[in-house]
RNA sequence: GGAGAGAUGGUCGAGUUGGUUUAAGGCACCGGUCUUGAAAACCGGCGUAGGGGCGACCCUACCCUGGGUUCGAAUCCCAGUCUCUCCGCCA
């Protein structure tokens, strides 16, 4: 939610900010319903103070014998009056709110104007792999070592779901593990939140109104307008977690990570070379959180960044870090970085992790503030969110780019702990 | 799922036969006096949002949420949400 007040006094600038994502505004109309509104707030007040002042004399008056018909009348007059304003003024309101929330954030400055194809590649990481063999894409090492059950996965929950089977199954949850591990070293809190959410956390997070349609709801009860989901993200858990809250200042940064499966609907978004695990209606992810001041929140989102990156590195992929262009990043955020994995049968990187800083936008949704101690004044506070990392593209992409010639697998040493092996082979029957 | 009780400012808690309560009072917290320092005592301050005024200030709204009755609602009526207790069911 942007505000109100930076809009009407930095007219042109919030304007270019959204021209960057190529969302074009008009708020003369905005700003001509706010001034509407504060005129009607005036005038209703006013009313207000004069009932207050009648409504203490009517008692006296009363007590001492006097007649007061005369100012039941007056009071009648304007109780007809005030109803009259409240119901313009509310109508106002209504209008002025449905214009605000649906407006996307304003990029950050460094944020470069312009749409997918002007993200910028920030840096490389590994080397990309080459093989002295024909490399198999994921779907079949998938399928000969039997790591994943595709068909299965499909009769039982439908198109786009998979079943991780075995040692697949061993090796996601190896993933996991390592990620919780490395981000408890980090001292960040470890949350696992429902994963049915209400109507205001998609609210806070942004999804809703405007995205109703990309996630599973759940239930909708007639005439209530109220509707639980399925998440699609643990982020729209974990920024509703101190929703409505004024956190002490000397509590933030609140750090935190959660293990959910996100559930996406992904309308129309299947493409033939999207096969296997790279799309589906649900995939593993960890999901980091930040709540921080203001002044904080630049460097809050270069480390989670950096975390990302070390998650990465440490499993030894071939992969790279993107800035998005102000048109690829989601409606809520003010910038975004990915992480992207090379997937070799694919030939391109796909996302594994998105980092964001959404500023002040959520936290305004959501009324998230924090009372700054000098001042003893509340403030939004800024919120932060990174995966790492969703899991069910990482294991395609160890499976391709760790594959062997004789069609095993060389399991990156961070995960061979938890799973005991170093190699996935193919077993003899 | 059934029955009952409840929801008041950071917290506890009064007010609930509608109007002289402008939401009392305690605690916590902050500032001050006193003290070598601290405690105690005393004095003062102490919610959020919106609006008006250059300003000292002033006004309005908020007693779970949303409607309603009334000249007037924390208080009465209706609907809903949540919490607690008991029963039933159940990992």
């Not at 729209?236 to 935190?256: C, G, M, S």
């Not at 002040?360 to 700054?372: C, E, L, P, T, V």
């Amino acid at each position: 939610m942007l505000d109100i007040n930076r809009i009407r006094e930095n007219t042109d600038e919030v304007i270019r900010g959204l021209a960057k994502r190529n969302f074009t505004a008009d708020f003369s109309h905005v700003i001509m319903l706010d001034d509407k509104r504060k005129a009607l707030t005036f005038e209703s007040e006013n009313l207000k103070a004069q009932k207050n002042k009648v409504s203490a004399d009517i008692p006296m008056k009363k007590k001492n014998q006097e007649d007061v018909s005369e100012l039941l009348a007056e009071m009648k007059v304007i109780a007809d009056k005030t109803k009259e304003i409240e119901i313009e003024l509310n109508n106002v309101k209504k209008e002025i709110q449905e214009f605000l929330e649906v407006l996307p954030n304003i990029p950050a400055d460094d944020v470069q104007q312009g749409g997918p194809e002007e993200n910028k590649v920030v840096s490389v990481y590994g080397k990309k792999p080459e093989f002295s063999f024909v490399p198999k894409d994921h779907v079949t090492l998938c399928e000969t070592l039997n790591l994943i059950d595709y068909k299965r996965g499909v009769k039982i929950g439908g198109n786009g779901f998979w079943v991780y089977t075995g040692i697949g199954a061993i090796v996601e949850w190896a993933l996991l593990n390592y990620f919780v591990e490395e981000h408890l070293k980090d001292g960040y809190e470890f949350l696992l939140p429902p994963h049915i959410l209400t109507y205001e956390c998609g609210y806070t997070a942004g999804q809703f109104p405007k995205f109703q349609d990309d996630v599973f709801k759940l239930k909708e009860e007639e005439n209530k307008g109220y509707t639980q989901f399925i998440l699609p993200t643990a982020e729209t858990a974990l920024v509703n977690y101190h929703r409505d809250e004024i956190l002490k200042e000397e509590e933030l940064p609140k750090k935190y990570f959660a293990y959910t499966p996100c559930y996406r609907k992904e309308a129309g978004s299947y493409r033939a070379e999207e096969r296997g695990m790279i799309r589906g209606h649900q995939f593993n992810k960890i999901e980091m959180f930040q709540y921080t001041t203001p002044e904080n929140s630049d460097a809050a989102l270069d480390e989670l960044v950096d975390k990302a990156v070390r998650l990465m590195d440490g499993l030894g992929l071939h992969f790279r870090l993107s800035k998005l262009a102000a048109g690829d990043c989601s409606h809520s955020m003010a910038k975004t970085l990915d992480i992207e994995v090379w997937i070799p049968s694919m030939g391109i990187y796909k996302e594994v992790s998105s980092a964001s800083n959404a500023k002040d936008y959520q936290a305004r949704r959501g009324n998230i503030r924090f009372k700054r101690e000098q001042s003893g004044k509340n403030e939004y506070l800024h919120t932060l969110n990174a995966s790492g990392l969703a899991t069910s593209r990482i294991l395609p992409a160890i499976v391709e780019q760790f594959q062997n010639e004789d069609g095993s697998i060389t399991i990156p040493e961070v995960l061979r702990k938890w799973i005991g092996k170093d190699m996935i082979k193919i077993e003899k029957k």
